[in-house]
């Protein structure tokens, strides 16, 4: 159980950034003239939500599967078609890329709810980071189709910001590449209406939460290459940096999070305003491996040893029938498998389909840490939630529960150290960062994870560092070739 200190330091810091929530408006005023001073010179806005952070509607019948307002708009798991509608496709043979699912991406979740000192309260989600630059007067569009293209020319006031959203359980480099198409599309619409940004080019700057935040990485670094295009890790060659000027990463977990662990092996639990969800359901989602903590971080551990497990081992979760391969979740894999003729060939499906997602995890995991130095030019600031005591190490029990043994800084769910992705190893009194990101610049919020985006210190500096900052942007001159060449 959490120590009482932490449990008051928590509500303490919460109960400070709902406080601090009052002074948006008034820095939001400070940014309104210049936001609406020549605003066709502004680059084009993108804002990519966290995992979980999209709604998810099926193709079909157009029903809300996860992120509605009420509970009532959530998957229910009980009806076959919905089950399947809200998981990720089992399908052996076939790479995680290439499949097809039954759901797909519609807008932002706006709120969650969550507790302060046991009392419900409805939290903005992504509402604030979109209504951030709508409120500047920025021409906002929840997706690129949105947009109106007759929208006059010497319209006063308009700068342009997109969402991108997307299916967040698929895997990072699948959804990088549907980045770039993004992106593409974004900047043909900036220069229909004359939006050409800076320097005339329609570069896009990008504001980027937890998971969002990794596959913008990835996207900057390998543009939309594919691991199943790829014989081995993918080429650097920062592509993906070519249309991008500024990026600002907030409360991203580049070294995982032990949380996400919790909810793999034991399911999500039923809050207020969601149904409960089974490992079985969260089991088949890609992109959930892709957030685990790297092994060499010792985070894990079972409960029949004190030593450190490695989560990427198939065998480990077989012998011990975690998450997907918990027994109890058969009814589910009948409907999830219903080719399998027995429940040792449903097993194995689930086996061969975790073996995929743990295999494609690490791959994009030595993607993303390997050290390397940006493009002249491409500007990424990082903000970290400090100051929350956040699950460090957790421990597997024998009967597939999870405990939390200790707690570090962070957000209440990205550690400090892995949002910075520092290296530094316990013993060694290395009094430096040591991180293989290169980060041009780093701001400490105490906030926890989801209240990051909409507070004031957080909506300060992005609008300052998006509308005001005088930093020299990347020469023409220098290409995105030249500057992988000198990298690699």
């Given at each position: 159980m959490m120590p009482l200190r932490h449990t008051i330091n928590n509500a303490l810091i919460r109960l400070t950034g709902a406080a601090a929530r009052v002074s948006q408006q008034r820095v939001l005023m400070k940014y309104e003239d210049v936001a609406t001073r020549h605003p066709e010179r502004q680059n084009p806005v993108i804002v990519i939500p966290g995992v979980l952070g999209s709604r998810l509607v099926h193709r079909r019948s157009r029903a809300t599967l996860w992120g509605g307002s009420s509970k009532s708009e959530f998957a229910d798991v009980s009806a076959p078609d919905e089950l399947r509608g809200v998981c990720f496709p089992i399908e052996g043979g076939t790479p995680l890329d290439r499949v097809e699912t039954q759901a797909e991406p519609a807008g932002a979740v706006l709120e969650l709810q969550a507790k302060v000192l046991g009392l419900p309260l409805a939290v903005k989600a992504y509402g604030p980071i979109l209504d951030m630059f709508?409120?500047?007067?920025?021409?906002?569009?929840?997706?690129?189709?949105?947009?109106?293209?007759?929208?006059?020319?010497?319209?006063?006031?308009?700068?342009?910001?997109?969402?991108?959203?997307?299916?967040?359980?698929?895997?990072?480099?699948?959804?990088?590449?549907?980045?770039?198409?993004?992106?593409?599309?974004?900047?043909?619409?900036?220069?229909?209406?004359?939006?050409?940004?800076?320097?005339?080019?329609?570069?896009?700057?990008?504001?980027?939460?937890?998971?969002?935040g990794l596959l913008l990485r990835y996207y900057l670094r390998y543009g939309r290459q594919l691991l199943s295009e790829t014989q081995g890790p993918p080429d650097l060659t920062w592509a993906g940096a070519k249309d991008v000027d500024r990026v600002l990463l907030v409360g991203v977990p580049n070294g995982g999070a032990v949380e996400v662990v919790e909810k793999l092996i034991e399911g999500l639990s039923e809050s207020a305003a969601s149904p409960a969800y089974s490992s079985a359901v969260l089991g088949t989602m890609p992109a959930l491996y892709q957030l685990m903590p790297r092994t060499r971080y010792g985070s894990i551990e079972r409960g029949d040893s004190d030593e450190s497990?490695?989560?990427?081992?198939?065998?480990?979760?077989?012998?011990?029938?975690?998450?997907?391969?918990?027994?109890?979740?058969?009814?589910?894999?009948?409907?999830?498998?219903?080719?399998?003729?027995?429940?040792?060939?449903?097993?194995?499906?689930?086996?061969?389909?975790?073996?995929?997602?743990?295999?494609?995890?690490?791959?994009?995991?030595?993607?993303?840490?390997?050290?390397?130095?940006?493009?002249?030019?491409?500007?990424?600031?990082?903000?970290?939630?400090?100051?929350?005591?956040?699950?460090?190490?957790?421990?597997?029990?024998?009967?597939?529960?999870?405990?939390?043994?200790?707690?570090?800084?962070?957000?209440?769910?990205?550690?400090?150290?892995?949002?910075?992705?520092?290296?530094?190893?316990?013993?060694?009194?290395?009094?430096?960062?040591?991180?293989?990101?290169?980060?041009?610049?780093?701001?400490?919020?105490?906030?926890?994870?989801?209240?990051?985006?909409?507070?004031?210190?957080?909506?300060?500096?992005?609008?300052?560092?998006?509308?005001?900052?005088?930093?020299?942007?990347?020469?023409?001159?220098?290409?995105?070739?030249?500057?992988?060449?000198?990298?690699?």
């Open positions: 709508g409120i500047t007067g920025f021409l906002q569009a929840r997706s690129a189709s949105d947009v109106d293209f007759n929208v006059p020319r010497e319209r006063p006031g308009s700068p342009m910001s997109f969402e991108f959203d997307y299916d967040w359980r698929r895997s990072i480099p699948d959804n990088a590449a549907r980045l770039g198409s993004f992106i593409e599309l974004v900047r043909d619409i900036a220069k229909e209406v004359g939006h050409t940004g800076r320097d005339g080019s329609a570069r896009v700057d990008i504001v980027a939460h937890s998971l969002g497990t490695d989560l990427f081992d198939v065998e480990t979760w077989e012998r011990h029938r975690w998450g997907l391969l918990d027994e109890r979740n058969d009814d589910e894999l009948k409907i999830l498998l219903p080719s399998a003729a027995s429940r040792s060939d449903r097993e194995r499906g689930a086996a061969d389909h975790l073996a995929s997602c743990l295999a494609e995890a690490q791959l994009v995991h030595r993607a993303l840490d390997r050290q390397v130095d940006p493009p002249p030019g491409l500007h990424k600031h990082l903000f970290v939630g400090d100051g929350v005591m956040t699950p460090e190490r957790l421990r597997i029990n024998d009967d597939r529960t999870t405990e939390v043994i200790s707690r570090q800084d962070g957000d209440g769910t990205v550690l400090r150290s892995s949002a910075l992705l520092d290296e530094r190893i316990s013993g060694r009194n290395e009094s430096v960062l040591q991180s293989p990101i290169r980060w041009s610049g780093v701001t400490f919020i105490p906030a926890d994870h989801m209240m990051l985006t909409s507070h004031p210190t957080f909506i300060n500096n992005a609008l300052y560092q998006i509308l005001e900052d005088p930093t020299p942007h990347r020469s023409p001159a220098m290409s995105v070739k030249d500057a992988a060449s000198r990298e690699s």
